[in-house]
């Protein structure tokens, strides 16, 4: 990178610099069910990193269940809503 000031005589400098970009870690996914029918998926991926938990009931339309951002290695996200319904399938996004 070159820059240049705007002051007489202008004064310029070359930095070179190397920008690394780590993959993200592959997203696994757990899923659970409490006593009483609430449904727990663990997901395990990157800290810091939001990630946006889905459900559907018929796997064509989905609704945002909650998003959540990753503040250890895995992080729970719990569906109350999950007892008494018939089928419930979950996914999870990243932006």
């Known amino acids: 990178m070159r820059v240049t000031d705007d002051g007489t005589p202008p004064s ?7 920008v690394a970009v780590a993959a993200p870690a592959d997203v696994r996914l757990a899923a ?5 029918g609430v449904f727990v998926l663990t997901i395990a991926g990157d800290v810091g990193r939001t990630y946006f938990v889905e459900v559907s009931e018929d ?8 998003d959540v951002v990753a503040t250890a290695a895995t992080v729970e996200v719990r569906d109350p809503m999950a007892a008494g319904v018939g089928a419930r399938f979950y996914r999870v996004v990243s932006p």
């Open 32 to 36: 659970a069910v409490l006593p009483g």
């Open 12 to 18: 310029s400098a070359t930095v070179t610099f190397t």
């Open 59 to 66: 796997l064509i339309d989905w609704a945002l269940l909650t």
